[in-house]
């Protein structure tokens, strides 16, 4: 990413950004409890990077430096389950520890007949050596989610 500084100012300046994803998953997240949240474990892919380390084998970014971020994630999950659900979709940092980005919830049919899709931003501070994760949640059953598309990416902005 270039910056602009300016007549004079020729020079690009990276700021810290990384990005994972994951398209055309086959595989469901297990829901272990109805309103237990697990961590999203099929990214496949890590995009581009500076200072900051997307790390899809962990399925999390790394922050390298401290500072604000803006934390952006695009979703298409689905209910394998025959009954509908409530989903709620959870940004973490730390392995879990705390939610950074408000949750979003999101209702879905059952029988893998309907794709919902999320889209969810906040600016966080983060400190170098946070991790940052996507979560899911099943609130009414123990239904399982196939997160099909995803990309989750983080960006310094101050």
Do not use: C
């Not at 297990?30 to 990077?49: C, E, K, L, M």
């Not at 200072?51 to 934390?71: C, F, K, L, Q, W």
């Not at 959870?90 to 999101?106: A, S, Y």
């Amino acid at each position: 990413m270039a910056i602009y500084k300016g007549p004079g100012h020729h020079r690009s300046m990276e700021v810290p950004h990384a990005e994972i994803s994951a398209e055309d998953n086959a595989s469901a997240t297990a829901i272990v409890g109805a309103g237990t949240a697990v961590q999203f474990t099929g990214f496949d892919t890590n995009g581009p990077s500076f200072d900051a380390t997307p790390d899809n084998s962990n399925d999390h970014i790394v922050i390298g430096t401290s500072g604000t971020y803006m934390v952006s994630l695009s979703a298409a999950v689905d209910s394998v389950g025959v009954g509908g659900i409530i989903a709620q979709f959870q940004v973490q940092r730390n392995n879990g520890t705390e939610e950074i980005v408000p949750h979003v919830n999101r209702g879905l049919g059952g029988g893998g007949g309907e794709i919902g899709v999320t889209s969810m931003s906040g600016m966080v501070a983060l400190d170098a050596g946070d991790t940052v994760e996507f979560w899911v949640e099943n609130e009414t059953s123990t239904t399982n989610l196939l997160v099909e598309s995803i990309s989750l990416s983080v960006l310094q902005v101050g």
